[in-house]
């Protein structure tokens, strides 16, 4: 049997298993898989929520365009009652069931009722005018958001579809927080800040998917864990409370504190309560209440601001009394949880700073909606690569095993 000798190349003489690599930490390693495999999971899921959501952003804005020429009227001298207005809706068309009533501050400004049909169930927003009571139009449109807004929080799935959204809604803001620490850079040098902050354009596909994903991803980062973050406090409502209390309010809402109604008494004109609190209130462009429970309470709660389809920027409100006209003091910590709640809903809707809030979230949402895509494809591309590697691994394993049997021979 002929002998022979391994040349020394400076590796490891073993030909079982190639050296290994320098490790990681243990919790790079947690923090690495925390990012990826939830995310994987829930993937699909994420892209439909947040392709949703950024459709709803501009949802009032584009309501307020499909409204047309019905948003405006010409100036009469008396107002109409919410009697009126209410017997004009029902012989406009009886099944319609109202929920809100908005009123605006302009005077030549149609008012706006938010309202349900009995046999289509859709949304509608019908546009009367306040002086006549002359239904000007019923805008069907608003029913695309209503449900794009039940798609993007349950799917359409009840309960069940609530909690995948917010389980997929968790994962997203474990993401944010561990895609930061993958993202942070280890050396602050001039060329970390240059790939950290920049995109190549001119790159090969697979480093512009990697900077799609790293750079845009820590530009949208604040805003995508303020989404994620209040969408959990809205699904949630006991963390809302907490939040409320925080902040020293109170863990219900102003309703329960309320008068109860009274069927003996009759009550005075609604209509005259919303312009008398926008009277109040000049800097408030509307003046909403919810009127499906109205038979239940005693008080007129007008919620003042800019009403939206679900919350109202600028937000106040004033409480009065049904019978007897007397504005009601609402105790601070009421009021408190109405803001805390109402805030928290405009930072969900992008409401936060005006039209710079939701283009902002806007374009969040964009990259929220292609970070899941991106980053599969980053997995991707490695997880073929490191196939390669270890097919190459293989061949080179097996042509020195052929060697060996060679020299041994």
């Known amino acids: 049997m002929a002998n022979f000798k391994l040349r020394s ?32 999971i829930s993937g699909v899921i994420l892209v439909f929520v947040c392709l949703t959501g950024t459709l709803i952003v ?22 109409a009652s919410a009697e009126e207005i209410i017997a004009a809706v029902q012989q406009f068309d009886p099944n319609y069931q109202l929920s809100q009533m908005v009123f605006f501050q302009e005077a030549n400004r149609s008012m706006r009722i938010r309202a349900f049909h009995k046999d289509t169930n859709k949304l509608t927003f019908i546009y009367v005018n306040p002086y006549t009571a002359e239904v000007l139009k019923a805008d069907p449109n608003a029913h695309f958001f209503f449900v794009t807004a039940h798609l993007h929080s349950s799917l359409l799935a009840g309960e069940v579809g609530h909690w995948i959204v917010t389980i997929s809604t968790i994962i997203f803001a474990l993401g944010c927080i561990t895609g930061l620490i993958l993202w942070w850079p280890k050396r602050w040098t001039k060329k970390t800040v240059n790939d950290s902050f920049t995109i190549k354009w001119k790159a090969r596909f697979k480093r512009l998917n990697y900077d799609l994903h790293n750079v845009y991803g820590f530009y949208s980062l604040l805003i995508c864990f303020i989404l994620s973050m209040t969408g959990i406090f809205i699904f949630f409502h006991s963390v809302g409370e907490v939040i409320s209390k925080a902040f020293g309010g109170s863990s219900e809402h102003v309703e329960t504190i309320l008068p109860k109604a009274d069927e003996k008494r009759k009550p005075q004109d609604l209509a005259q309560f919303a312009y008398r609190a926008l009277k109040a209130h000049p800097e408030k462009k509307n003046a909403g209440i919810w009127v499906y429970k109205l038979d239940k309470v005693g008080a007129y709660a007008i ?46 809707m992008g409401q936060w700073w005006g039209q710079f809030g939701k283009l902002s979230t806007f374009l969040a949402g964009i990259i929220a909606s292609s970070l899941p895509i991106t980053g599969f494809l980053i997995w991707w591309g490695r997880r073929k690569k490191k196939k390669k590697t270890t097919a190459a691994r293989f061949q080179k394993s097996d042509r020195s095993s052929e060697q060996v049997k060679s020299a041994l021979s």
């Not at 601001?305 to 504005?327: C, I, Q, W």
């Not at 609402?330 to 709640?341: Q, W």
């Open 303 to 348: 919620q003042l601001g800019v009403a939206g389809l679900k919350s109202t920027e600028n937000f106040d409100f004033v409480v009065y009394n049904r019978y007897t006209g007397e504005e009601i003091s609402i105790e601070r910590p009421y009021v408190i949880h109405e803001k805390v709640e109402n805030t928290i809903w405009q930072l969900h």
């Open 58 to 79: 501009y949802c009032d804005e584009i309501l307020e365009y499909s409204a047309g020429d019905a948003r405006y009227v010409s100036v009469g001298k008396e107002k």
């Open 9 to 40: 190349t400076g590796k490891a003489a073993s030909a079982d298993a190639p050296a290994k690599k320098k490790g990681k930490t243990w919790f790079s390693r947690l923090n690495a898989w925390l990012h990826l495999w939830p995310s994987l």
